[in-house]
């Protein structure tokens, strides 16, 4: 059963009322007065409805008056009801950066938010957690027969792939890390292969932890899903490589791997893969992936960033012979999508599998034995001071499954899926500051 978010409310914002209703003293009155507001606008641009998206306010909306929103004691408003939210750090400096959300909005819609704050003070949220994510690695285990027993496992922000470590030998809970929305969960194998799998929810609820403890099949239908997608030696869906000579070449051979959770909150989770020293055709790379993850949504951002200028960086799609391959119709927008549907998944139902990209980055759609492959141009950093030369690409992959909470079940439900997220990709919502006279 699909759970309700509950509605909470701040503490500065009870006060406030008890003194509208019922009076206070001094003291309380003087906490009230305190509160500084900082108030913008979310429009729709579009003629379409946007249900439960996912609004970001950057630094540049975080100021006022000539000072940061402080941002260990707020709560953010719409009229009388608290929304929901969440800071983040995008640069990980320690200084919040960023603040997310999700509202929804009619056409043309234009809705006015308030941040709330009090400039020196900390206060705390319990907001409904909607996304997840985690490495659990195996502790006080054994290695028997080149598998670890018993042992139990247990979360870590960072783990650095040891040498010693071999496909297949339980050290990490499904293998590797996961990360998960209310809609769909992701695994990406923390080993040479470095794909991703899917995890198909039969709810909305946060399974992962559940997920791959010891003596568990997450292969078997389970009352919260399974596994749904079978990846072998294709990119899975959404995994990066390079394409040279007609062949991909996955990332299996850097001298260091490592995953680090950035982010594990109630409205965006954020993992982190740093592969140092991949070697490929006589050079090599640094390259950071950055997978997020946000509530209410299928799609996982991937944001990478690799040293020189390659220009042939390849994502792509594992094939089955019961998918169908889709491409987006030609339209303006900056955003296009390859996909796949059909009976395609692990228990021979039907799964959509998507990946949306910015056209200019686009080389060439082509495939290979294993996978539909997007092959694309990262775009060159230029940098005024002596740092390594690096490269940035952004895309996007989703999945959808029959049995999900949405279930769709048929080519052209997904098709129309497709195209309202396509939609929202190239329209997004705009965000700006209001100035309102008291």
Request: aromatic share 8%; proline share 4%; charged share 20%.
């Amino acid at each position: 059963m699909t759970s309700k978010p509950e509605k909470i409310v701040s503490s500065i914002a009870l006060l406030a009322l008890c003194c509208i209703n019922v009076g206070c003293n001094k003291q309380e009155q003087d906490t009230v007065k305190s509160a500084q507001n900082v108030t913008f606008s979310v429009n729709n641009p579009s003629k379409f409805t946007r249900t439960d998206v996912s609004v970001q306010l950057d630094e540049a909306l975080l100021i006022n008056h000539d000072s940061k929103v402080n941002t260990a004691a707020f709560s953010l408003w719409h009229d009388q009801q608290e929304i929901p939210s969440q800071t983040l750090d995008k640069n990980k400096d320690g200084i919040t950066d960023h603040l997310i959300f999700n509202t929804s909005l009619v056409p043309f819609q234009r809705k006015i938010f308030t941040l709330r704050y009090q400039p020196e003070s900390t206060s705390s949220h319990n907001y409904p957690k909607r996304t997840h994510a985690e490495l659990a690695v195996n502790q006080g285990g054994a290695l028997i027969d080149g598998k670890y027993q018993n042992g139990t496992f247990i979360p870590v922000d960072f783990q650095q792939l040891s040498k010693s470590h071999v496909i297949g030998d339980q050290l990490f809970k499904y293998e590797g890390p996961g990360w998960e929305s209310d809609k769909i969960a992701y695994r990406l194998y923390f080993d040479k292969r470095n794909v991703i799998d899917i995890f198909g929810k039969k709810n909305s609820e946060i399974v992962l932890p559940q997920v791959g403890q010891l003596g568990d099949n997450y292969h078997e239908d389970a009352p919260w899903g399974l596994d749904i997608l079978k990846v072998g030696n294709s990119l899975g869906i959404g995994s990066i490589g390079m394409y040279l000579d007609g062949k991909v070449h996955r990332v299996d051979n850097a001298y260091e791997m490592s995953v680090s959770i950035v982010g594990d909150g109630p409205l965006q989770s954020h993992i982190r893969i740093n592969h140092q020293g991949w070697q490929i055709a006589e050079q090599t790379h640094n390259l950071i992936s950055n997978l997020t993850i946000n509530a209410g949504s299928r799609l996982t951002q991937n944001s990478i960033t690799i040293t020189g200028k390659p220009e042939n960086l390849v994502t792509g799609i594992v094939k089955h012979q019961a998918a169908t391959l889709l491409y987006s119709p030609k339209n303006n927008g900056e955003w296009a999508y390859m996909a796949t549907f059909g009976k395609q998944s692990y228990v021979d139902d039907e799964l959509g599998m998507a990946i949306f990209y910015k056209k200019s980055s686009l080389v060439t759609l082509t495939e290979d034995e294993h996978s539909y492959l997007l092959v694309m141009k990262p775009q060159h950093v230029a940098q005024l001071v002596m740092k390594p030369q690096h490269s940035t690409l952004d895309y996007y992959f989703s999945a959808t499954w029959a049995k999900d909470t949405d279930a769709i079940t048929t080519e052209d439900a997904f098709t129309a899926y497709l195209a309202h997220e396509l939609k929202k990709l190239n329209n997004p919502v705009k965000i700006s500051a209001v100035t309102i006279k008291q």
